[in-house]
DNA sequence: ATTTTTGCAAACCATTTGCAGCTGG
DNA sequence: CCAGCTGCAAATGGTTTGCAAAAAT
């Protein structure tokens, strides 16, 4: 699941690892050491990534942590507002929310490229539509589906070249 | 999965049968009985649904379609343009895209319940970011997330309607 | 000491698929 | 007739869960 990092952080006040010890101790919960492992190897690069990704490349260092325990941290990670969870089609990929600035998603169906873009009238409709509707929201998903440019470019006007 | 239509039908030049029929030809394919069937069922009534309560209300109405049936050509459905997917936390719903305006959602995570709205400056955004990102869009999703009027009001330790 | 967490394996569950027989055109 | 379809049962695959041992406070 290639993905560029267009956007820059954001400053934040504490580290992730600060704000995930925060959120486990209201709710009388353990900071271990997979979690640490976990938190680390998350937040030492900014790219989408999903649970089976995470476990291979823990194994891959030597720094193993086992599948339920990945699944079961990335949902803590989800509450504790440090990760977002993207619903892709046939998997449930993440992404940093927390020192990063929201943002929402162009989705390419042809080589399943995920950029991001940040658009401010996107949470204005959102506030106006909750009014309106006696909504209170919480969060939402807008994920542009389409061909990007680079598909595009390889799938029509390029044919002929390769019949040499 | 309860679900209101606030929003009134618009005109179109052939029936869904008719559409499904034309899409079927094109790929050689069949309108049999069992699609038939279902493509009834679905178009009697305006509500979102899924494969299972498709299944449900089939058996009880002693009109029985297999369930690998159901999937097969819900799939066939969205690919004809007649349906529309809304992939929810843990199922998958269809609702009509056929005769039907354009419009986004509110989902409600405290009863599940989705609500329509219809905001055009959505798409408007959609075509300028795609513009700005060389993208061409095909379609997407926005979906506001959070707690509807009902559920606020009612804001203890109220459970989800989850139905079944 | 007590409570939470971990890893494993098994369970889940919506969806898909292989196949033998049925059906539409 | 023959490609395409159906129903059944079995397979899939991402995710969750039960449980006994291990770790945190």
């Keep these: 699941m290639a993905n560029q990092t267009p956007l820059g952080p954001v400053q934040e006040s504490s580290t992730p690892e600060v704000k995930f010890r925060e959120f486990l101790e209201i709710r009388g919960e353990k900071l271990t050491e997979p979690r640490r492992v976990l938190l680390r190897h998350i937040f030492d690069s900014h790219k989408h990534f999903d649970a089976d990704e995470l476990v291979a490349e823990l194994h891959a260092n030597d720094r193993k942590v ?24 046939n998997r449930t990929a993440y992404e940093h929310d927390y020192g990063y600035p929201s943002h929402d998603h ?14 401010d009238d996107i949470v204005k409709i959102r506030e106006a539509v909750s009014l309106q509707n006696g909504f209170r929201a919480e969060g939402h998903r807008f994920m542009i589906t389409g061909i990007c440019a680079a598909c595009s470019r390889a799938r029509s006007p390029r044919r002929r070249l390769d019949l040499i």
């Design 66 to 89: 086992s599948r339920s325990t990945v699944y079961r941290t990335l949902r803590l990670l989800v509450e504790a507002g440090l990760l977002r969870e993207l619903r892709l089609t």
């Design 106 to 119: 162009l989705h390419c169906t042809e080589c399943n490229r995920v950029v991001e873009f940040i658009n």
